[in-house]
């Protein structure tokens, strides 16, 4: 799904996107070979997964409204083969600023900003800093440094053959890298700088922190790569400036495909932005309930919104969130979910998921670090943290637990918790999370304990 969701901004305009598999309507029969990537130990594929089933029912549904075409691969061949010569690209061919490009790009160069840029995919956020550093070259003399930084080595090999090309002088490196980078006039330009840890963006930004220094931190608003509301807890030592692209560049604003791209694998989620400024809300008469999202109890069109509204708020609180989690929540054994809704909207959610107990035979390996069990993240975390035992017991991990920022600091969270430890009474309770000093007070006051910097366990004898 993270593979499928990212082709959202690489389709451009004309172009086609191919789907090759067992005939449609036995599609959730299919024994999906990736399935034990998801699974936890001892890797049972079902025979009937209900993603593979929600994802042939929404492919019947583009066929039933004629924006499907399918194809028998014995019979229809060589019509396809003959539809696809006559396939073009409509895009833009030329390298030309947009309107917002070209006010972004001119206030960064008569301005020493600090800035974000933000858009989602395919929005020509990339294109973009292109086409800064195209102005850039056509300067007579650069009384700075302009630096592209980047954690993928393809993306800075790329930039640096475009820089090479275009005439500039640009310098490429990874964030760590720039640590120990002394000080000098530059423009940093920091790209998917959601998929970064805060505290080492916010220990990078201070490392920058010079009157002759421009920073611009770019990344996609939402989707596989991180989500934007990361940036909103960032401690700048400068007022940011956003910037944000908000057409497409490759083809139209409601083309069908990018809106079943968007809509199925959930990859434009609510605007983390917008969403960070709303005033608190008293909610409406709340109730916590199990939710379990399958085709057999939900219509499509009903469990894409709900699997929709669980992403879009589990992105909110993680930025790692991705399309695949919609497969974990739908296929991957002994997960469970409960949440508040307001309305129609969910508002506060918690994913669960058992663990353990695991084999006698895959102690020993598992405490000397030869053997990793998918799936059993708490057990063996402890297990090789001194509390071997651990491997013999049933676990409960919370996975996620998110409420929506408007919807904070009135018990939600805790009334989920609540509910899902009366589920599993007796049972204990393990979470990892990052640890700062929000999330500590949290799980504290929870009746939490942390063992370990960032994980923290409930109803379990502490004798490590």
């Given amino acids: 799904p993270d593979t499928f969701a990212a082709l959202a901004g690489c389709i451009a305009e004309g172009g086609w996107v191919i789907l090759t598999g067992p005939p449609l309507h036995k599609l959730h029969l299919f024994q999906d070979p990736n399935y034990d990537k998801i699974s936890s130990w001892p890797h049972i594929c079902p025979a009937n997964t209900s993603y593979l089933k929600m994802l042939q029912a929404s492919l019947q549904a583009l066929a039933s409204s004629k924006q499907l075409q399918v194809y028998d691969q014995t019979t229809d061949l060589s019509r396809l083969i003959l539809e696809l010569s006559t396939a073009s690209d409509t895009s833009k061919a030329d390298f030309t600023a947009t309107e917002e490009q070209a006010k972004i790009i001119t206030h960064i160069l008569q301005h020493k900003t600090w800035g974000t840029l933000f858009a989602n995919r395919g929005f020509g956020k990339t294109t973009c800093l292109k086409l800064l550093m195209q102005k850039l070259s056509e300067l007579n003399r650069l009384s700075y440094e302009v630096i592209y930084v980047t954690e993928r080595q393809d993306n800075r090999k790329a930039m640096a053959n475009w820089a090479d090309s275009i005439g500039l002088t640009l310098k490429t490196a990874t964030l760590s890298g720039l640590q ?9 330009m920091i790209d998917e700088c959601a998929a970064y840890n805060v505290a080492l963006l916010e220990k990078s930004l201070a490392h920058f922190n010079h009157s002759e220094i421009s920073v611009i931190l770019a990344t996609s608003l939402d989707g596989y790569e991180g989500s934007a509301r990361n940036l909103n807890k960032l401690k700048s030592p400068q007022p940011l400036k956003h910037f944000t692209l908000s057409h497409p560049m490759r083809w139209q604003a409601d083309d069908a ?130 509390k071997p035992e ?72 502490l004798k490590f």
């Fill in 180 to 188: 120990q980078w002394k000080i000098k006039p530059a423009l940093i």
């Fill in 257 to 386: 495909l990018d809106q079943w791209i968007k809509r199925f694998f959930h990859a434009e989620t609510m605007n983390a932005l917008a969403i960070e400024h709303q005033p608190l809300q008293k909610p409406d008469h709340l109730e916590v309930s199990q939710f379990k999202p399958c085709l057999e109890q939900l219509h499509l069109s009903e469990l894409e919104k709900q699997l929709g509204q669980w992403m879009s708020l589990m992105s909110l609180a993680h930025y790692r969130t991705r399309p695949s989690d919609t497969r974990l929540m739908l296929d991957a054994p002994h997960q469970y979910f409960w949440h508040i809704k307001s309305g129609d909207d969910v508002i506060a959610g918690l994913w669960v998921s058992l663990e353990g107990p695991i084999a006698p035979y895959l102690h020993q390996p598992i405490l000397e670090r030869k053997r990793r069990v998918k799936g059993h993240l708490a057990p063996q975390y402890l297990a090789i943290n001194g």
């Fill in 390 to 461: 651990s491997l013999s017991q049933q676990w409960v991990r919370i996975v996620r637990i998110a409420v929506k920022p408007e919807f904070q600091k009135q018990g939600l969270g805790k009334q989920l918790l609540k509910t899902c430890m009366t589920h599993f009474k007796g049972l204990p309770f393990a979470v990892s999370f990052k640890a700062d000093e929000q999330v500590k007070a949290f799980w504290d006051s929870v009746g939490f304990t942390e063992v370990k910097a960032g994980f923290f366990v409930k109803n379990i004898e």
